[in-house]
């Protein structure tokens, strides 16, 4: 045992650095009209804008104090997406330079991670997972003359998909959070014979949620201080994984984030602690194992659920995967949640109208996408049947006239739900006609309509309508 009576711990920080890509939330059907760039449509027209301010609030300060901290000795990791990287390549390339400085550096680590920050690791085929994978090594490869071994897999749960993809790929430890995985950070743990750190969750938000604040009891938070908590911290290791934009810009200069970066190595130094490689540290006998990561911090809303399961289906119906592999952005998904978990990110607290309201033009972007798609698409019948439809279209289940809770947005969806809808429910819809219309008008399958017209059985209409969906699925293959 090591921590408070005994050795300080080793600590292990690692950044995030990514800018994620925001929706245009004024977008409708009729601005996309005779236009070909689809993207420039979709998400914000202020991107390069936005990220223009992160550098300078807080990718440029904080690379610069890093790369003092780097030359005195400080060891550290960064986890960098494909998409900032591309974006800084093509927009600010001095800023991409001098993240290559501290990328190089022989006391940095640079993290494997999902090409697009994405959220492909929760789908049931690994297949995207482990393409953005490979994409993001050969970029950093090419960019830095590196090919991580260590992969940073925060956002969420690691399963045993991700874990057979991550060690077939040369992956040989994985960073997870510690919302998931519900064990004591202060160890390395293996997870399907994988190598696996836990981030701290309470020394994160010490950082990334509390530091601001002025009511906090331990305000201000001083890099001695901190130190000391880290030094007592049970265990051989903490683990942090911190969005690099709170730093400067999520939390402001003022506050004073940037001298409590600067001042934190010597006075973990002077507290006895050692900073390491994540890499290095995964080498620490294992003090268990994880057999499962999702725990409650992970779970999703239904709205969240909803958008991942249309995302899955879409990436065989768009004609466009670079415009879908935006969309896979986690910060898509955490923005329709009224409360996400923040381990090292800032809070994210919203009234459910906003959560919606973002559900909402994410949804009506993947439609508008897919609906593009079905031109060029083998079956262009299928792809329309199989779209999902945004929220003003969506069939909402209820029981005479009060919705019970959920809403379909696509055909699959309809089904999934149709296996634990009350029998009540469905001969309700069924005797209104409601499944008969909302398929033939809203989705626009009048054969399916035909056929689910007068059945009032809910598993026989569960079986009809998966049938359907499976056939259509074999016209595109």
């Not at 830095?144 to 956002?155: Q, S, Y």
């Not at 903490?238 to 984030?257: A, H, K, N």
């Amino acid at each position: 045992m090591t921590g408070e009576g005994s050795n300080p711990p080793v600590f292990c920080l690692g950044f995030d650095i990514h800018y994620p890509c925001r929706l245009n939330p004024g977008f409708r059907p009729d601005l996309a009209k005779g236009k070909r760039n689809l993207k420039d449509i979709y998400f914000s027209p202020d991107m390069r804008e936005g990220l223009g301010w992160a550098i300078e609030t807080s990718f440029r300060p904080a690379t610069e104090i890093l790369l003092d901290l780097l030359d005195e000795g400080f060891k550290c990791a960064l986890g960098m997406s494909g998409v900032v990287l591309e974006r800084l390549e093509k927009w600010y390339p001095d800023m991409l330079d001098l993240l290559s400085r501290a990328a190089t550096h022989e006391n940095a680590e640079v993290l494997a991670q999902t090409y697009y920050h994405s959220v492909a690791g929760l789908f049931a085929d690994p297949q995207e997972f482990t393409d953005e994978l490979l994409m993001h090594r050969d970029l950093t490869s090419d960019l830095f003359g590196v090919a991580p071994t260590t992969f940073v897999h925060t956002d969420y749960p690691i399963t045993p998909a991700t874990a057979e993809a991550l060690t077939g790929s040369g992956i040989r430890a994985a960073i997870i959070e510690g919302a998931a995985a519900e064990r004591d950070p202060g160890h390395t743990y293996t997870y399907r014979d994988l190598p696996v750190l836990v981030t701290h969750c309470d020394l994160s938000d010490d950082i990334a949620v509390r530091f601001p604040r002025r009511e906090w009891d331990r305000w201000p938070l001083m890099a001695d201080r901190y130190a000391e908590w880290i030094s007592k911290s049970p265990g051989e290791s903490v683990t942090l994984y911190l969005d690099y934009r709170v730093f400067g810009d999520l939390i402001g200069p003022e506050t004073g984030i940037l001298e409590f970066l600067r001042a934190l190595p010597s006075a973990l130094a002077d507290a006895g602690v050692r900073t390491m490689h994540p890499s290095d540290a995964a080498n620490n006998p294992p003090h268990g194992i994880i057999d499962d990561t999702a725990g409650p911090g992970h779970q999703r809303s239904i709205l969240q659920q909803s958008a991942l399961e249309a995302l899955e289906d879409a990436g065989s119906l768009v004609a466009d995967p670079e415009i879908w592999r935006y969309l896979l952005d986690t910060d898509h998904i955490r923005r329709m949640a009224m409360r996400s978990t923040t381990c090292g990110r800032p809070l994210h607290a919203v009234s459910h109208q906003v959560a919606h309201n973002y559900f909402a033009a994410f949804m009506r972007i993947l439609s508008h996408l897919e609906e593009r798609s079905a031109a060029s698409a083998r079956s262009q019948r299928a792809v329309l049947s199989l779209r999902c439809v945004p929220p003003e279209f969506e069939f909402t289940f209820s029981s005479h006239d009060r919705p019970v809770g959920y809403a379909a947005h696509n055909l699959q969806e309809l089904a999934d739900m149709l296996e634990f809808t009350p029998d009540d429910v469905v001969r309700y819809h069924a005797e209104r006609g409601d499944f008969y219309r909302w398929i033939g008008e809203v989705i626009g399958d009048s054969k399916l309509a035909k056929e689910v017209q007068d059945i009032d059985d809910r598993i026989r209409l569960r079986t009809t309508i998966q049938g359907r969906i499976d056939s259509l699925w074999k016209r595109l293959r």
